[in-house]
Nanobody, 127 residues
Framework: QVQLVESGGGSVQAGGSLRLSCAAS??????MGWLRQASGKERKVIAS????????YYQDSVKGRFTISQDNAKNTVYLEMNSLKPEDTAMYYC??????????????????????WGQGIQVTVSS
């Protein structure tokens, strides 16, 4: 069983930056990413990384501000978050699965099929 452990969340002022990390206990599959869920809203994929060719997906709301990267040797995925806005406030979840096709991993439709979840980490952005 794959265990995912997130770190790096917290509180920051608008315009600030945070870096989330997610370490998998073992090989997590060929797809890793981040989802978030704000209070009263549905959980959504915001970024994902396909191990096969390094392709990525970003939700429109985070494009140009967030960057996902992966250290395959460490089975760790990162989310660099810059220019944070109050609307980025949410619980952030690391996710992993595989084997998945590239279309499913980085096509923005992965959420219903996620196999492994982290426990979630809070990110709060104040104005």
């Amino acid at each position: 069983q794959v265990q995912l452990v997130e770190s790096g969340g917290g509180s920051v002022q608008a315009g600030g930056s945070l870096r989330l990390s997610c370490a998998a206990s073992t090989y997590p599959g060929n797809c890793m990413g981040w989802l978030r869920q704000a209070s009263g809203k549905e959980r959504k994929v915001i970024a994902s990384f396909y191990r096969g060719d390094g392709s990525t997906y970003y939700q429109d709301s985070v494009k140009g501000r967030f960057t996902i990267s992966q250290d395959n040797a460490k089975n760790t995925v990162y989310l660099e978050m810059n220019s944070l806005k109050p609307e980025d406030t949410a619980m952030y979840y690391c996710a992993a699965d595989g084997p998945l096709s590239s279309d499913l991993c980085v096509g923005g439709t992965w959420y219903p099929f996620v196999g492994y979840w982290g426990q979630g980490i809070q990110v709060t952005v104040s104005s």
